[in-house]
């Protein structure tokens, strides 16, 4: 069994940024596939970007593509989402999720957090 714990989230004005963090407790994630998804008011979660176990690899969505960064820590069991030039339609809850396929499809991922809030005021 996993848990996730995010933290970072909170109110930023658009152009701003903020740093999200994914703690895992409990089993290891290490050599889990992690990814981060969001879902607003009235909206499907949608997928935001994923990385590899080993870090090597990673995907983003057309939306954030050279906006945010995912990375991760294996020796502290933490993924990162570094979102820079936040616009008001990254508003959302985000949640991060592990699993053991590299996916941008919800469904795949066996682990998911709560989820942190992130509201971009214009």
């Known amino acids: 069994q996993v848990q996730l714990e995010e933290s970072g989230g909170g109110l930023v004005q658009a152009g701003g940024s903020l740093r999200l963090s994914c703690a895992a407790s409990?089993?290891?994630?290490?050599?889990?596939?992690m990814g981060w998804f969001r879902q607003a008011p009235g909206k499907e979660r949608e997928f935001v970007a994923a990385?590899?176990?080993?870090?090597?690899?990673?995907y983003y969505s057309d939306s954030v593509k050279g906006r945010f960064t995912i990375s991760r820590d294996n020796a502290k069991n933490t993924v990162y989402l570094q979102m820079n030039s936040l616009k008001p339609e990254d508003t959302a809850v985000y949640h991060c999720?592990?699993?053991?396929?590299?996916?941008?499809?919800?469904?795949?991922?066996?682990?998911w957090g709560q989820g942190t809030q992130v509201t971009v005021s214009s």
């Open positions: 999720a592990s699993g053991q396929r590299f996916s941008v499809v919800p469904r795949t991922y066996d682990y």
């Open positions: 990385i590899t176990w080993s870090g090597g690899v990673t």
């Open positions: 409990g089993r290891t994630v290490s050599t889990y596939t």
